[in-house]
């Protein structure tokens, strides 16, 4: 199975997508806070980002799901700072603290190569939202040079519909989180307007572009939608909502990652409803509940 973007698309029609979303930086629209700033004349908006990409690291990554990892790794690519602001955030360093350097979109576009060479099985983009238009691009110098593995999504789930459109028949893997099941509760703990709202109509998108996770015979993902679902303390992640909207919504074939490896990071400690790791039994009832729905993919 060729990825998307060699199967569907030719250097023209990424070309032009590349530039409609760079023009959706120009008052920025490329997710939905909406925070209309000039990103290519160096505003910033709240994902803290100018147009210039900025990453912290790359490397073959061997923590992700088995399908993703296989035996060489995953090619993962952190891109710094996000388009959320998670007070238990893990990744606080890179995501909120921007710790990382630029890149040029050549040197992106040879980093994608280079884990393509070291025998990754895709190319992870990982918190990608805000450069998605530079991704784009460089995919396009990256696909002269011989790219030819697929492409993962792995977002926070804070997604606009526009913006996805312009990533059909290129994305191959989308790997949204789905934090919440709860408007307030994630304004309280990521600072964003109406996930639930957003978040269902972007994995709607996103399984209507992909449909289901398609493992090949070797175990590797190749193409679908891959749900990470972090189960927080106190029921905090609105989990059964979470489960009752894939299985009703999404399909039952959904590959729905539940995470148990919740803890304290960050600004944490300051919420007493966030403060500790979750319980066996709260995860149970969460996994139990799925079950019960008849997802049976990605977890066990
Ligand atoms: S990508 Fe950044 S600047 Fe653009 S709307 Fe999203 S948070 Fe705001």
Redesign the pocket.
């Known amino acids: 199975m060729l990825p998307l973007y060699l199967e569907k698309l030719n250097p023209y029609e990424l070309s032009v997508r590349a530039e409609f979303l760079k023009k959706?930086?120009e008052e920025?629209?490329?997710?939905?806070?909406?925070?209309?700033?000039n990103?290519l004349s160096g505003?910033?908006?709240?994902?803290?980002?100018s147009y210039e990409v900025m990453i912290s690291s790359y490397g073959p990554h061997f923590g992700e799901e088995p399908e993703l990892v296989g035996l060489y790794g995953s090619g993962t690519i952190f891109f710094t700072?996000c388009?959320l602001s998670c007070v238990y955030c893990q990744n606080y360093d890179i995501s909120q603290l921007g710790v990382g350097h630029k890149i040029s979109i050549e040197e992106l576009a040879d980093i994608m190569i280079s884990l393509q060479r070291r025998g990754c099985h895709n190319i992870n983009l990982v918190t990608p939202?805000?450069f998605v238009p530079q991704i784009v691009e460089a995919l396009l110098i990256a696909i002269e040079k011989g790219l030819e593995i697929p492409l993962v999504y792995n977002c926070g789930g804070y997604e606009?519909v526009e913006t996805l459109k312009m990533l059909e028949n290129i994305i191959d893997i989308y790997m949204p989180d789905i934090k919440y099941s709860d408007n307030e509760i994630a304004e309280r703990l990521s600072g964003i307007k109406n996930y639930w709202d957003v978040v269902r109509a972007a994995v709607k998108e996103m399984h209507r572009q992909v449909g289901d996770l398609h493992i090949d015979r070797m175990g590797i993902a190749k193409r679908g939608l891959l749900v990470r679902h972090l189960v927080l303390p106190n029921n905090l992640s609105g989990s059964q909502k979470v489960i009752d909207f894939i299985a009703d919504e999404i399909s039952k074939d959904t590959y729905l990652n539940i995470m148990d490896q919740y803890h304290p990071a960050f600004n944490a400690g300051k919420y007493n409803d966030l403060n500790r790791r979750i319980t066996t039994d709260e995860y149970d009832k969460v996994i139990n509940y799925a079950i019960s729905r008849g997802l049976r993919r990605g977890f066990s």
Not at 29 to 36: D, F, K, S, W, Y
Not at 43 to 49: F, L
């Open positions: 959706l930086s920025c629209r490329l997710c939905p806070n909406e925070c209309a700033v990103r505003e910033t908006g709240n994902c803290q980002s700072n388009n939202t805000h606009s």
